[in-house]
């Protein structure tokens, strides 16, 4: 077995990392009706906010119709259906220092503000230039940002996730550097506005 997998096959939907099963079964074990549960694992943040789980053992033949269950290994794992496709590719591992971990590639989804526009071409132009440019200058920090939407008068309203999100430096980044790619490339866009809520980053550079 992979010391980094104790998936069974390739349906699975997150992977689970040989330390962390050992680590659940062990406290699942403690349980009673062990043999009866299953680990929820289920994302509890807002669209718009950083990624925040809850995982609680709960018995398996009281997860609800639309749930996904898989099994690892022998540890059934029950993912609502709300969460399935912003939790697929992610890792759960284990870590002395960090505990149980998720390690999530997908970013969350953006938040609706009303008189907003998101679905038309210039929001297009918008996406582009973020997918192209501004991530993959913000990666080397861990970062990124959330196209939210534009308002028609020149905004473009984003979010900043990852080693931006909780940074003192990521106004500075998001003003100077965000702001300057899109406004450059973009006829429509005049600024950009940060709808991030940066007073709430732990570990700002480590996701």
């Known amino acids: 077995m992979s010391p980094l997998s104790a998936q069974v096959d390739s349906d699975q939907i997150i992977s689970v990392t040989s330390a962390a099963h050992a680590q659940i079964i062990q406290m699942r074990d403690d349980e009673p009706e062990t043999d009866r549960l299953g680990l929820r694992l289920e994302i509890i943040s807002e669209p718009g906010q950083e990624f925040r789980y809850d995982l609680s053992f709960e018995i398996t033949t009281k997860a609800a119709f639309s749930d996904e269950v898989r099994t690892h290994d022998g540890l059934k794992v029950i993912i609502p259906a709300k969460d399935i496709e912003l939790l697929t590719g992610a890792t759960l591992d284990f870590t002395d220092s960090q505990g149980l971990v998720i390690r999530n590639p997908n970013k969350p989804m953006a938040p609706t503000i009303e008189g907003l526009v998101r679905d038309d071409a210039l929001s297009a132009e918008i996406e582009a230039v973020i997918v192209g440019e501004v991530n993959p200058a913000l ?30 430096m990521s106004r500075m980044t998001m003003l100077d550097g965000v702001q300057t790619m899109i406004v450059e490339q973009i006829a429509g866009i005049e600024r950009v506005k940060d709808l991030t809520d940066h007073t709430n980053g732990e570990n700002p550079y480590y996701h």
């Open 139 to 168: 990666a080397s920090h861990g970062g990124f940002v959330t196209f939210v939407g534009h308002d028609e008068l020149g905004t473009a309203f984003l979010t900043m996730g990852g080693g931006c999100h909780g940074c003192s």
